[in-house]
């Protein structure tokens, strides 16, 4: 939608004239020919990530949206003890492939979300924070959108850097 220049409530919406169409296929085209590959499975496990990711000669980074959404290979007592497992995989995945996994994931429900987030507020285990190397959230700033288009500030937060710098910046 957004290299297009197409509304993304239009697309999601499937209310399209031909123009739009047409930049949409056209953008899909180009963006096609990029060296990225996403996987949409919903029962997508951290072995078949590593399957990909060996069978991929130049990959340079790996991309998880999100990491709650993952299930085992194993099974589970507590969710908590399975987020744990995933994390340590998708860890030694990284060090072993020698590239940067990113990882999403989601915020305990009680947390505000104009408020900055802290450790603590990682859902479900906290081995998300024990195995990352370096733990950014992103907040809003604005309780509401502004209506002239203006940009929305967002809080950034380095909370945990094992190599570097931890801050607050406003965006």
Same mark, same amino acid.
């Given at each position: ?20 169409? !047409? ?19 919903? %029962? ?21 949206? %999100? ?10 007592? !507590? ?29 305990? $429900?009680? !947390? ?44 950034? $937060?380095?909370? !945990? ?11």
């Amino acid at each position: 939608a957004r290299y297009s220049t197409v509304g993304m409530d239009a697309l999601i919406d499937n209310e399209l004239g031909a123009d739009e169409w !047409k930049k949409i296929g056209e953008t899909a085209g180009k963006l096609s020919s990029l060296p990225f590959t996403i996987c949409d499975d919903p %029962y997508v496990t951290t072995a078949r990530i590593r399957a990909m990711a060996r069978s991929m000669p130049h990959l340079k980074l790996i991309c998880i949206d %999100y990491l709650t959404l993952m299930r085992s290979t194993k099974s589970y007592e !507590k969710r908590y003890l399975e987020i744990g497992a995933m994390t340590r995989e998708l860890k030694m995945l990284a060090q072993e492939l020698r590239i940067p996994v990113v990882v999403l994931s989601q915020l305990n $429900r009680d !947390k505000d979300e104009t408020q900055m987030p802290g450790l603590r507020d990682l859902r479900e285990s906290g081995d998300i924070e024990q195995d990352a190397n370096k733990v950014v959230f992103i907040w809003k700033l604005d309780e509401h959108t502004p209506d002239d288009g203006s940009p929305v500030r967002v809080g950034v $937060r380095v909370a !945990k850097n094992r190599r570097g710098k931890t801050g607050v910046v406003v965006m």
